[in-house]
């Protein structure tokens, strides 16, 4: 059964009983005020009749009593033996027999008690005896017509309103329910859409009412959902082009290195050209190696590896990275600018990576002799900003410099600030490039826990 169906029926369910409940209530408190109302003038006028009769015999009691309406029994108790003194009523001429069927110790109990009884002549009438004279009780009867006529013409009035006031309320109660139902039924064809034709554009109708309030949100849920998505495709998109661009990068050094193998195979290599071509050989390797070292490296940031944080000095490294590439290339001068000791926690691998693969930025795509300044700052915010300047040429594109596989030079692998906008992406940090006469790298970290 439907939703709209077991709402409609419960309405409909609950509904009859509250009109049942309240006949049923009204018939039975108008029944009890008919009788006792009858059973009051009843006791009234067997008094007057018992005063009548017993004061003058045979006297006025046709006048005073409607036939159709009282019966008037003289019952001699010591014969047991009952009259009719009045009534016309068909059903009157059965009361002297009733009456005399009660016998004489039981009327004359009614009789001394004073209490309304009740004889079944087949229009239960209620009796009531008075006894003024030995041996002679005076019983009068009245039908209860009086009662239960108009409790007939309640309930039947009883029983057409209720049947209109269901067919009313079904009419109108289908019309609320469809109604208030609808929303849900847009929201399930919506969806039905969605899922047939995988539009994440559909939306559904949000307003104020409950259904409406559902609706919005949903469609939150699904803004997220779509998102979700896009970012899903986005990443799908990435790893392809990820994937092309890197079988590309390693197609040059392996065909480099295929190529001159089979130079060396067919004999075309000059015995003097031996160890030039051995040469080209291991620089293509150590570029292929350098290579997918850093794709493996980025393929670990992406998967989200965790990082091993820890208090660290980053004066500390940054002086002694820089003394080792000083070292290395004394071509490239590079001048510390930190405090004497600037604590952080980070990982620190990682941010050794990053300060080596910004200085060897510095090396690969300035000419000899371009000096480098590396400061470190504590930011307002309790962070650590890392700068690395150069006096080069700049860059030309510093939006692109980040994108992987985006290469300054034709010697680069294009991975080197990739690698360092991940791991400083992964502390929760964000770096940036300003360049004009010469290239600044801004990484800022922000301040972790340990």
């Known amino acids: 059964m439907s939703l709209r169906a077991r709402l409609l029926a419960g309405l409909l369910a609950v509904s009859t009983i509250l009109l049942l409940t309240l006949g049923t209530v009204s018939v039975v408190v108008l029944r009890d005020h008919l009788v006792q109302r009858l059973e009051s003038q009843l006791d009234t006028a067997a008094r007057t009749t018992a005063v009548r009769v017993f004061a003058a015999p045979g006297g006025q009691l046709d006048r005073m009593l409607t036939g159709s309406t009282y019966a008037a029994v003289s019952f001699n108790a010591g014969t047991g033996k009952a009259r009719l003194i009045n009534g016309d009523a068909p059903a009157s001429a059965s009361v002297p027999g009733l009456v005399e069927r009660l016998g004489r110790n039981l009327v004359r109990q009614h009789a001394e008690a004073g209490r309304i009884f009740i004889l079944d002549n087949g229009m239960r009438a209620r009796a009531v005896a008075q006894n003024r004279q030995p041996n002679r009780v005076i019983v009068l009867a009245v039908p209860m017509d009086a009662v239960e006529a108009p409790v007939r013409r309640l309930i039947l009035a009883e ?145 989200g590896a965790e990082l091993q944080l820890d208090e660290t000095d980053l004066s500390a490294v940054v002086r002694e990275i820089a003394a080792d590439c000083s070292a290395v290339a004394p071509a490239f001068p590079i001048i510390a600018d930190v405090p004497d000791t600037l604590s952080a926690v980070v990982d620190e691998p990682r941010f050794r990576q990053v300060v080596v693969n910004l200085l060897a930025n510095v090396r690969a795509h300035t000419p000899a002799g371009t000096s480098a300044v590396v400061r470190l700052s504590r930011r307002e915010h309790g962070g650590v900003l890392l700068v690395v300047e150069d006096a080069g040429p700049g860059v030309k594109d510093p939006d692109k410099a980040f994108d992987r596989f985006h290469k300054g030079s034709p010697d680069g692998t294009g991975l080197g600030l990739a690698i360092v906008k991940a791991i400083t992406e992964a502390h929760g940090g964000r770096c940036w490039i300003t360049s004009g006469g010469g290239t600044a790298v801004h990484v800022e970290l922000p301040a972790l826990a340990g």
């Not at 997220?224 to 986005?234: G, L, S």
């Open 159 to 303: 029983l057409l309103t209720g049947v209109g006031l269901i067919l009313l309320l079904l009419a109108v109660g289908r019309l609320l329910i469809v109604g208030g139902l609808a929303p849900l039924s847009r929201m399930a064809a919506t969806a039905h859409h969605m899922a047939a034709g995988g539009d994440l554009s559909l939306r559904m109708q949000a307003g104020p009412s409950e259904a409406g309030r559902l609706a919005g949100a949903v469609n939150v849920l699904l803004d997220r959902i779509a998102e979700m998505f896009r970012d899903r495709w986005a990443s799908e998109d990435r790893v392809r082009r990820f994937a092309a661009d890197a079988s590309h990068e390693l197609r040059t050094p392996l065909s480099t290195i295929r190529g001159y193998a089979e130079l060396y195979r067919t004999g075309a290599i000059p015995p003097a050209e031996l160890p030039k071509i051995m040469g080209r050989i291991e620089d293509e390797a150590t570029r292929m190696g350098d290579l997918v070292g850093q794709l493996l490296e980025l393929a670990r940031l992406d998967r």
